[in-house]
């Protein structure tokens, strides 16, 4: 089978002992950060959290012979385990079997419609989500994420689909419990919260002042939720804190998930579709950002197009075992990065140790606090929030600021759906926006060289009888009306105009719509008595021009460059 299709066949030829150990290494590590972690994430979805680990087995196994991708780590992550959340409570079904169900069908569907885009090469259309959509999206999930985990840390009771929604519950459950809170609740919370921010900013960099290598000072720091998990599980079990109103994870299932295909009779599958196409597109982009920002530094590129193969074969693998959707993770994939891994084989490994862990560890969790898994969960996303971009859009475009403010209000107010919806919505809409009002400049030679610049800009040298227009966008549909009224309006405000060139430098394509529109605009500029030029047209262009009737019936003539055509006209 072609390498192009099965990219384990491009590495393993040639994998050393060298590779192996450095792939273990890094296994061991992330297998380490995964557990806890994971099962985070499963709660976090409303989910039992031996299905976080369900989803960080199979699929690892499964994008390790299908991704392009020598780094990334795919599994549970935190937008999609809210997306996940969202989807399933949404469908009113209370029977945990028939939740556990729905979760295991939302990854087959997301993992069917990725596989179905690879096969038809649909990679691109990830482009068309603008990274301040995503980045407003990750953080006003982020924020949703955060304030719904403030209920385990304070030993309450309280949810919502939106934020109005949580901070409503949120305050009614403050109040009815008041004073009467939980102290061992409050303890393990707010303690392992504070460790393991500091830990994330300063325990690194205190290892490194006292002489450990910057390499294992940094992924030691990555690694804290462990000790706050192994602090957290000893002392509640030391103290007996369950007694003491401590809400634990309780005893969970040790051994592997059973293989089989979900009841799909007793779940209204159809109901998420829409939630499974979102999660499909917003798994893709994450992990394809991660992975080839990931590449970039080993000289490594990635195929987008496997990615989704890779990412949806991962995903019907957490469907057929247990799991629930799943994505590459960056805090996974850069520990993974970082731990040295040098081929997709350290995924395969982890999986292999998660795997081992469930018999070991499995009877160990049922003394850990949901007080710690929230903390852990709290510290994970405030490292996707990014309100910065607001103000950036702000200052840099007004269209890009309406589309971030849209996605991030959008997505707290309605809920994570919604908000992506929106924020698809959005992207292509500022795009059409900008595009179908092309900028065009009213150009002028500047005196001793033959460059045409701005008018507007620069002190340049023009004619009354010649009008330059340089054109710095495609012509397609959208755009040609804009276009058109533009020409008329500068060709009525000039008496003397007998000549009208159109510098196309800028210009990659010129479709149907555009060149109907051409050819009207030669024939009544003609009609007034005015001829119209073309320069500077790219190759490509310049071929599809020819095969049409607007270079025979063109009024003026087509010249190389700018310069040419003003000096031929003087």
């Avoid at 997306?83 to 990854?107: F, H, K």
């Avoid at 209204?268 to 798994?283: H, N, Y």
């Avoid at 479709?511 to 500029?525: C, K, T, V």
Wanted: charged share 10%; net charge neutral.
């Amino acid at each position: 089978m072609s390498v192009r299709y099965l990219p384990v066949l491009s590495w393993s030829r040639t994998y050393t002992r060298q590779q192996f150990a450095d792939d273990l290494l890094a296994s061991l590590i992330v297998m380490v950060m995964l557990v806890p972690q994971s099962l985070a994430y499963a709660m976090l979805a409303g989910l039992p959290p031996e299905m976080g680990l369900y989803a960080s087995m199979l699929p690892l196994i499964a994008y390790t012979f299908l991704g392009s991708s020598r780094a990334l780590s795919v599994g549970p992550v935190a937008v999609i385990s809210l997306m996940t959340a969202a989807a399933i409570s949404g469908l009113g079904l209370t029977d945990p079997a028939q939740l556990i169900s729905a979760a295991m069908v939302l990854a087959l569907m997301s993992g069917l419609m990725l596989v179905l885009m690879g096969i038809l090469r649909l990679g691109f259309l990830a482009n068309f989500l603008s990274h301040p959509v995503i980045a407003g999206f990750i953080t006003a999930s982020g924020i949703l994420i955060a304030v719904s985990q403030l209920p385990a840390i304070l030993g309450i009771s309280a949810s919502g689909r939106n934020l109005p929604e949580q901070l409503l519950s949120l305050h009614s459950a403050i109040i009815t419990a008041w004073p009467g809170f939980n102290s061992p609740t409050l303890v393990i919370g707010f303690t392992a919260l504070v460790y393991l921010f500091w830990a994330r900013s300063c325990l690194s960099p205190l290892l490194r002042r006292a002489g450990v290598p910057k390499r294992a000072a940094v992924i030691a720091g990555r690694l804290s939720p462990i000790v706050a998990v192994i602090a957290s599980a000893g002392a509640a079990w030391y103290f007996r804190l369950g007694d003491h109103g401590l809400a634990l994870v309780g005893e969970v299932p040790a051994g592997l998930p059973a293989l089989g295909v979900p009841v799909f009779t007793s779940i209204p599958w159809a109901s998420l579709t829409g939630p499974a196409l979102l999660i499909a597109v917003l798994a893709f982009v994450e992990s394809v950002s991660v992975a080839q920002g990931l590449a970039a530094k080993k000289r490594q590129r990635i195929d987008p197009d496997q990615e989704l193969i890779g990412l949806g074969a991962a995903n019907l693998a957490a469907g057929f075992s247990g799991g629930f959707p799943v994505a590459g993770g960056f805090a996974r994939s850069v520990v993974n990065f970082d731990a040295g891994a040098a081929t997709p084989a350290a995924g395969l490994f982890a999986a292999i140790l998660i795997a081992g862990a469930t018999f070991v560890l499995m009877p160990l969790l049922a003394w850990l606090p949901t007080a710690t898994l929230a903390a852990i969960i709290i510290v994970a996303v405030w490292s996707l929030l990014d309100i910065a971009i607001v103000s950036k859009a702000w200052r840099y475009s007004r269209a890009d600021f309406l589309a971030v403010t849209t996605t991030i209000g959008l997505t707290l107010l309605a809920g994570v759906e919604t908000g992506i919806a929106a924020g698809i919505l959005v992207s292509i809409l500022v795009h059409l926006y900008k595009s179908s009002r092309p900028h065009v400049a009213i150009v002028g030679e500047i005196a001793g060289s033959e460059h045409f610049r701005n008018v507007a800009r620069h002190q340049v040298i023009t004619h009354a009888h010649i009008l330059s227009l340089r054109i710095d966008e495609s012509l397609y549909f959208a755009n040609t009306r804009y276009f058109e009224d533009l020409i008329y309006k500068e060709v009525s405000e000039r008496t003397e105009l007998q000549h009208v060139i159109l510098m196309c430098s800028a210009v990659n394509e010129i479709d149907l719509s555009a060149l109907e529109s051409l050819e009207a605009i030669n024939r009544r500029l003609n009609e007034l008595g005015i001829k119209l030029h073309l320069s500077e047209i790219k190759g490509p262009v310049m071929d599809a021009l020819q095969r049409s009737d607007l270079i025979r019936d063109l009024s003026g003539q087509v010249y190389l460059s700018q310069h040419l055509a003003v000096q031929d006209l003087l």
